[in-house]
Structures are given as structure tokens and as C-alpha cells.
């Protein structure tokens, strides 16, 4: 599975942006995705997921719940991150990651990584 994320960039707090994962090498469908962060000298944090097929399962870090979207787009084998009311504190390096099956939520749960796009939220 490849995955190439795109989207991030500079915006000031309060705005919003939307990332993009292109998927390829497996069938769209019986993938579930997850986006990730890491900020410098952090820890690679959960941000949200969801889960295969057509189940409408998702999950999101209680940091950005009510902010943010996870969504899939099965007719271009995109997911999607849809980053609303941006705070300072959600710049980081952002990964989008899969894996075969049902929803996860930790970085152990995924074993398919993109190389990440960068989102910097100025104050």
C-alpha cells in the first residue's frame, strides 16, 4: 500500500485547511485510515481514523473533536482530513497511515505510513 498526503501549509488560528491521502496498491475499500501528527521533540500523536468498506466508524483525539473530519472519497481512493478552527497547537507533521480490517487508533494499529505533510498555525 502507498499513501501520499498533500494539503498542509501556513495558515493563522482560526482558519481552516484540508489534507489529502491518495491510496494505492490495495482495494480503496477494505482499508481503513488514520491521521497522525508529530510536533518537534513530541511524540507521533493519534488524530483520527476511520474505519473500512462502508462502515461509517470514526474515531478522533479529544483535542480536536468538534474540529476536525475524517472522510472517505472511494471514487478517487482518497481520504480526507478536514482541519477547522486551527489552533497554534495543531502544527505539526501530519501522516495519513492504513491497514487492512476494522478501524484503529494507535500507531501500532497501522503498518502502511506516508511520508506526512506539514500544517504550521500561526498565533
Known amino acids: 500500500v502507498q499513501l501520499q498526503a498533500c494539503g498542509g501549509g501556513l495558515v493563522q488560528a482560526g482558519g481552516s485547511l484540508r489534507l489529502s491521502c491518495a491510496a494505492s496498491?490495495?482495494?480503496?475499500?477494505?482499508?481503513?485510515f488514520g491521521w497522525f501528527r508529530q510536533a518537534p521533540g513530541k511524540e507521533r500523536e493519534f488524530v483520527a481514523s476511520?474505519?473500512?468498506?462502508?462502515?461509517?466508524?470514526?474515531k478522533y483525539a479529544d483535542s480536536v473533536k468538534g474540529r476536525f473530519t475524517i472522510s472517505r472519497q472511494p471514487s478517487k481512493d482518497t481520504v480526507h482530513l478536514q482541519m477547522n478552527d486551527l489552533k497554534p497547537e495543531d502544527t505539526g507533521f501530519y501522516y495519513c497511515?492504513?491497514?487492512?480490517?476494522?478501524?484503529?487508533?494507535?500507531?501500532?494499529?497501522?503498518?502502511?505510513w506516508g511520508q506526512g505533510t506539514q500544517v504550521t498555525v500561526s498565533s
Open positions: 497511515a492504513a491497514r487492512t480490517g476494522r478501524i484503529g487508533s494507535t500507531k501500532n494499529d497501522f503498518p502502511y
Open positions: 496498491g490495495s482495494t480503496f475499500a477494505d482499508l481503513a
Open positions: 476511520v474505519s473500512w468498506r462502508w462502515n461509517r466508524d470514526s
